[in-house]
C-alpha cells in the first residue's frame, strides 16, 4: 500500500509520521482539517479507523475510500455539524485484528475457543487494550495540544467498519470519560467469517457488563444486507435488545439496515451521513442541526 499523502477535495490533510508508542507499534496518523481551519476556534475530533483508506481512493488497496473530507465538509456547510477535525489512525497490517478485536471479550469465551482465535486471528498476542492506551494516553494528548479542539468526552466521537466498528464500541465502553459517542458501520458481531456463538456471545456479556451509561453517550451501529454484512443481522438485533435493555433510546442510539450494501469503503461512505449526523449533530455548538434522513 503507498504511503504517500493522501489527496483531498477540500481542507487539508497534515501527516503525523510514524508516531510513536510505547504501547504498539509506531504508524501513520492523518490529520484533516476543514477548510479555512481557524486555531480560534474550537473544533470536535472524530477519531477513525483504518486511516489509509478514508480520504483518496487512487492510493488505496482497493480504488475505494470513505470520502470523509467530502462528506465532513458538507454538513459542516450545511450547519448539521460543527466544526469537526478528522483523525485517520492507519492500521497496523497482519495486526490489525489483534488490535482491533475488544481484548475483554476474550474473558467470556470458553477456553478452546478463545486459545483458538488469539493463536489464528490474534498473532498469539491480544493487542487491543495497548492500542487503545495508544489512542488515548498519546495520540489524543499530542492532537489536543497541536490543534484546536474540544478536549471532554462531548466532543470527542470514535468511528469504524468492520472490526474498526469493534474497536470503536470497544473503545467507548472502556473509556466513556473520553469518547461520548462512537459509530461502527458493518460491526463484525461474528468475529470470523463463519457465524458461530462464542465470539458473538462473548461480546454480548461484556456489553451487558461494561456497556457505557446512555447518559451523554451517543452510539450508531448499522450493517448492510450482502457480502460479509449478510451475516449479521441475527447478532446486531441481539446487541440491539441488550443497548436497548440498558437504557439507550432513540435519542442517543440508531440502528439501521441498509438494504444490498455490501463490506466495502463504497458502501460504508454512501452511508457516512448517517452516523456523523447522529454522533455530532446533538453537539452544543452553534450548528443548525437538521434530521437525520433515513431511506425506509
Known sequence: MSQALPKVSSGTLERLENFPSQFVAPRHVDVWLPQGYNSAIRHNVIYMHDGQMLFDAQISWNKQAWNVDAMVTTLM??????ATIVVGVWNNGKYRHAEYFPQKHLDYMPAAARDAL???ALQGQPLADAYLRFLVEELKPAIDSKYATHTDATHTFIMGSSMGALISVYAMNEYPQVYGGAAGLSTHWVGSHQPNTAIPLAAFNYLRDHLAKSQNHYLYQDHGTKELDALYAPYQEFIDQLV???GYTDANYLSRVIEDAGHNEKAWAGRLEL????LMGHSK???VVKPVKVAP
Open 244 to 246: 436497548r435493555d440498558q
Open 285 to 287: 455548538s452553534g450548528a
Open 118 to 120: 488469539i493463536q489464528q
Open 275 to 278: 452516523p456523523l449526523v447522529f
Open 77 to 82: 456547510n450545511e450547519g448539521r455539524i460543527p
